[in-house]
């Protein structure tokens, strides 16, 4: 089945420097993947729209310049926590649709800002 | 843009006892209503889905109901087991490789 890969599954940064955070489609290539960010306990928020070969779309309120994404290949998107702080730790998770409808969600990367 | 609520937030049952969590939705072009189940660390997997076309669905112990004109969908659980304890998250979207709004998450218990 289609699978989603993350890395790295948690990380411990800094406060002031910056992260990179991976996400790989394994076994098909994904033009869109999605980014959100889930705090304990609460919903899974919808960061930004990764696009192949063009410019991410940010959800509202969230800082492009902060957050940035890169969609080089049909398989791989990358998220960089730029300039991260304690209020940054979270649970990032990439998911990406193999076929119509079809969500898979990577195993998340939990990020620890000190 | 859509938005999706959810209730309960938290829901505690006996085991064998049936759970029901409702949620609503607020765009009418929103046509695909997944559900997820996520257990502590781990990612949201989808357990059961449906289309606006259809009314209800059912698989094994869990069923969905749409009622498209009020904008309400419901999950329901029969023969709720220990292994059921998770989050449980409805969510919204246009369908095809849209994003999807997710509502906040209903925390289920099942005790034993």
């Known amino acids: 089945g289609a699978v989603v890969s993350q890395h790295p599954s948690w990380v411990i940064c800094k406060s002031g420097t910056s992260v990179k955070i991976e996400c790989r489609s394994l076994?098909?290539?994904?033009?869109?993947m999605f980014w959100y960010r889930q705090f304990p306990k609460q919903s899974l928020m919808l960061m930004a729209t990764?696009?192949?070969?063009?410019?991410?779309?940010?959800e509202q309120g969230v800082e492009k310049d902060k957050f940035l994404i890169n969609h080089a290949s049909l398989t791989l998107s990358t998220l960089t926590v730029t300039s991260a702080h304690p209020e940054d730790s979270s649970f990032y998770i990439c998911?990406?649709?193999?076929?119509?409808?079809?969500?898979?969600f990577g195993p998340g990367t939990r990020l620890t800002v000190l | 843009g859509e938005n999706v609520e959810q209730h309960p937030s938290t829901l505690s049952v006996q085991e064998g006892d049936s759970a029901v969590i409702k949620c609503t939705y607020s765009?009418?072009?929103?046509?695909?209503f997944p559900w997820y189940k996520q257990e502590l660390g781990k990612r949201p997997q989808l357990i059961i889905d449906?289309?606006?076309?259809?009314g209800e669905k059912k698989d094994q112990r869990i069923a969905v109901t749409l009622n498209k004109t009020a904008k309400h969908f419901s999950l329901h659980i029969t023969e709720t087991q220990p292994e059921d304890s998770a989050v449980y998250f409805c969510?919204?979207?246009?369908?095809?490789?849209?994003?999807?709004?997710f509502g906040i998450g209903t925390k289920l218990q099942v005790i034993p």
């Open positions: 765009d009418s072009a929103s046509n695909y």
């Open positions: 990764s696009n192949e070969g063009s410019k991410a779309t940010y």
């Open positions: 076994d098909f290539q994904a033009t869109t």
């Open positions: 449906i289309r606006s076309n259809v």
């Open positions: 998911s990406a649709f193999p076929q119509m409808d079809e969500q898979f």
């Open positions: 969510a919204a979207s246009s369908g095809g490789y849209q994003k999807v709004t």
